[in-house]
T-cell receptor, first 117, second 114 residues
Framework: GENVEQHPSTLSVQEGDSAVIKCTYSDSASNYFPWYKQELGKGPQLIIDIRSNVGEKKDQRIAVTLNKTAKHFSLHITETQPEDSAVYFCAASPANAGGTSYGKLTFGQGTILTVHP | EAQVTQNPRYLITVTGKKLTVTCSQNMNHEYMSWYRQDPGLGLRQIYYSMNVEATDKGDVPEGYKVSRKEKRNFPLILESPSPNQTSLYFC?????????????FGPGTRLTVL
């Protein structure tokens, strides 16, 4: 089955700095890679995702890059703000219909991001 | 308001006492899933359902049961809970499987098994 490794487990930055979180995956059949943000006491919320036919995707201060050859993808947050402080999770899922893992979604271990004012 | 609801939000129980955690969504979503969250392990998928009467195992299904008799409900059943099932549980739903549509998570259920 799929295995997703996420680093670092904790990340502390000053407001305005950039933050980068990295994930690697093991199953070459995976081709959908979402990122979730979890605020204290809440469920995870999708913030950005990327599919394997795209190398990079950007949404305002957030960007995700994907290297399918190396099986890794990264989340980049620029100009961080205190409200970016949360736990971030990467995940991987096979996008091809009909496979045995069709409905699965495998998460990384999570990164606690703290942005200091 | 479009949402995923879970009940109860907090539960303390004892080993071996059967319990059910309910999950309901009002978005007419076909796909529903259960996850558990443990420190250092992230979220791990327990079971998922592609539609009514269609359920499948995730990565950690042992000790859990699910059913999908109605589209809106996807209860998680622990027939004989054990202390290693102490965890934070999340239900999620999406229009279709996660790779094609946004998945929405419930607020979580914190379960303690003594």
């Amino acid at each position: 089955g799929e295995n997703v490794e996420q680093h670092p487990s904790t990340l502390s930055v000053q407001e305005g700095d950039s933050a980068v979180i990295k994930c690697t995956y093991s199953d070459s059949a995976s081709n959908y890679f979402p990122w979730y943000k979890q605020e204290l006491g809440k469920g995870p919320q999708l913030i950005i995702d990327i599919r394997s036919n795209v190398g990079e995707k950007k949404d305002q201060r957030i960007a995700v890059t994907l290297n399918k050859t190396a099986k890794h993808f990264s989340l980049h947050i620029t100009e961080t703000q205190p409200e970016d402080s949360a736990v971030y999770f990467c995940a991987a899922s096979p996008a091809n219909a009909g496979g045995t893992s069709y409905g699965k979604l495998t998460f990384g271990q999570g990164t606690i991001l703290t942005v200091h004012p | 308001e479009a949402q995923v609801t879970q009940n109860p939000r907090y539960l303390i129980t004892v080993t071996g006492k059967k319990l059910t955690v309910t999950c309901s969504q009002n978005m007419n979503h076909e796909y529903m899933s259960w996850y558990r969250q443990d420190p250092g392990l992230g979220l791990r998928q327990i079971y998922y359902s592609m539609n009514v009467e269609a359920t499948d195992k995730g990565d950690v299904p042992e000790g859990y049961k699910v059913s999908r008799k109605e589209k809106r409900n996807f209860p998680l059943i622990l027939e004989s809970p054990s202390p290693n099932q102490t965890s934070l549980y999340f239900c999620a739903s999406s229009l279709s499987r996660p790779a094609t549509t946004t998945q929405y998570f419930g607020p979580g259920t914190r379960l303690t098994v003594l």
